[in-house]
Every structure is written in structure tokens, then in C-alpha cells.
Nanobody
Framework: QVQLVESGGGLVQAGGSLKLSCVAS????????MGWFRQAPGKEREFVAG????????IIAESVKGRFTLSRDNAKNTVFLQMNSLKPEDTAVYYC?????????????????WGQGTQVTVSS
């Protein structure tokens, strides 16, 4: 099994930056695609960014492209989401998720393992 714990959320002014971390445990992590999703009040959960374990670069959602970047450090069992130029509409609970099939899907239903989320609030 895979367990995921997010951290790094908080309150930031528009235009500011935050870096989210997700620490994973479990023997399948090194071969899992990792994704970041978010859910704002009254809205559906949406894909933010994802990356396969062994090859290729990250996939970034169009809504955050140019502002958010994703990286992973397999040696430390950690994935990161660097968020720059934050906007109030980025306010949401951010979740990391793991897909042992290494699909790097943008559909959250592909991911069987999820963290508890970390709140990001961007003030105007």
C-alpha cells in the first residue's frame, strides 16, 4: 500500500508563492505516477499536475501552466508542487495521489491512493 501526507499549504496574498510537499511511503511508490489535484468549494475536483515515476516530464493543467511546476525526488519519496503567481481562484484543498499503474492520468478515478489534503488560500 501507499500512504501520502501533504504539507505546505497556508494563506498567501495574490501574486505570492507556496511550495507543497507530499511524502509517500510504501514499496510501490517508486513505480507510481504521482498527481496533484485540487477542489474548491462548490466545484468539482480538478487535475493540476502529474508525472510518471521513471520517464517523461510533468503534465501541467492549462489553467496553471506557466505558474505551477511539479517535481519529484524518488530518493526522498517526495513530490513537490511549486506554485507561483497565485490567484484567488487557486484557493482550494490540494491533494496528492498515487497511481501504481504509472498512467499519469488526468482523471482522479485512476488514482487509488490519496492524501488528506492541504488547504491553500489566496487573498486578493
Amino acid at each position: 500500500q501507499v500512504q501520502l501526507v501533504e504539507s505546505g499549504g497556508g494563506l498567501v496574498q495574490a501574486g505570492g508563492s507556496l511550495k507543497l510537499s507530499c511524502v509517500a511511503s510504501g514499496r510501490t511508490f517508486s513505480r507510481s505516477a504521482m498527481g496533484w489535484f485540487r477542489q474548491a468549494p462548490g466545484k468539482e475536483r480538478e487535475f493540476v499536475a502529474g508525472i510518471r515515476w521513471n520517464r517523461g516530464g510533468p503534465i501541467i493543467a492549462e489553467s496553471v501552466k506557466g505558474r505551477f511546476t511539479l517535481s519529484r525526488d524518488n530518493a526522498k519519496n517526495t513530490v513537490f508542487l511549486q506554485m507561483n503567481s497565485l490567484k484567488p481562484e487557486d484557493t482550494a484543498v490540494y491533494y496528492c495521489a498515487a497511481d501504481p499503474l504509472n498512467t499519469n492520468s488526468q482523471n482522479g478515478r485512476q488514482y487509488p491512493y490519496w492524501g488528506q489534503g492541504t488547504q491553500v488560500t489566496v487573498s486578493s
